[in-house]
C-alpha cells in the first residue's frame, strides 16, 4: 500500500538531485530550444532514471561502490564523452551563422537517441543520483515502503524532464536568435566541460 508520507519525500529527494543542472538537463534544454526530439530524448531521460532509480532501491549501489575498476571505467569513458561533446558546442558557438546553427543543430531521431542514452549511461553522476544515493536513502526503510519512495523519485523525474523539454519548446521562439543560440551552446559546452574536469578529478583520486 502507497505511504503518502514517504511517496513525498522520494519526490522531495529525487526532485533535489535532477533539478540541479548537469549533461542530462542541459541536452534535455538543448533539445527543447531547438524543438528538435524533444519529448523523445526527454522520455528516455526518464526511462533511464526510472530503470535506474529501481536498481538502487533493489540494491545495485552496493555492486558499483565495491567495484573500482567499473567506477573507473564509468569515471573515464564519461569524461571522454563530454570533453568531446562540450568541444562541438563551444566549436558551434563560435563559428555560428544563422545556416549554420540550424543545419548543426538538427539531430535524427538515432542520433538524438545515441546522444541520449551517452549522457544518461556514460554519466557517473546519474548512478551516483539515482542508484547509490537514493538506494541508500530508500534503505532506511523497511521493504514494503521502498516502492512508496522509489516512484515518488520516479514522479519527480517524469514532471521534471517533460517540464523542462515543454518550458525550453515553448521559449524556443525567444531563445532561436543567433546570439542567444551562441550563448546557449557556449553554456552547454562550458557545463560538458566543467563535468568532464570534475570527473576526470574523481578518476585520478580513484587511482
Keep these: ?51 535506474l532509480i529501481a536498481l538502487g532501491v533493489g540494491g545495485a549501489g552496493k555492486i558499483i561502490a565495491e567495484s573500482l575498476i567499473l567506477q573507473l571505467l564509468l569515471t573515464l569513458g564519461g569524461a571522454v564523452f563530454l570533453l568531446r561533446y562540450g568541444w562541438l558546442s563551444l566549436q558551434r558557438a563560435w563559428q555560428a551563422t544563422a545556416q549554420s546553427l540550424a543545419e548543426k543543430g538538427i539531430m535524427s531521431r538515432m542520433q538524438a537517441i545515441s546522444m541520449t542514452l551517452a549522457v544518461t549511461l556514460l554519466n557517473p553522476y546519474v548512478y551516483l543520483d ?10 532506511q526503510y523497511p521493504r514494503p ?59 585520478v583520486s580513484l587511482v
Design 130 to 139: 539515482t542508484v547509490m544515493i537514493q538506494g541508500a536513502v530508500a534503505g
Design 1 to 51: 500500500m502507497l505511504n503518502g508520507a514517504i511517496y513525498l519525500q522520494g519526490m522531495l529527494v529525487g526532485a533535489s538531485l535532477i533539478i540541479p543542472i548537469g549533461a542530462q538537463n542541459a541536452f534535455v534544454l538543448e533539445r527543447g530550444i531547438r524543438r528538435n526530439h524533444a519529448m523523445l530524448v526527454a522520455g528516455l531521460c526518464f526511462l533511464g532514471d526510472m530503470i
Design 145 to 203: 515502503q521502498q516502492l512508496s519512495f522509489a516512484l515518488g523519485s520516479i514522479t519527480a523525474s517524469l514532471l521534471w524532464f517533460f517540464g523542462l523539454a515543454l518550458l525550453a519548446s515553448w521559449l524556443a521562439p525567444q531563445l532561436q536568435r543567433l546570439r542567444v543560440q551562441q550563448c546557449i551552446d557556449a553554456l552547454v559546452g562550458s557545463i560538458m566541460w566543467l563535468i568532464a574536469l570534475g570527473l576526470l578529478r574523481h578518476g
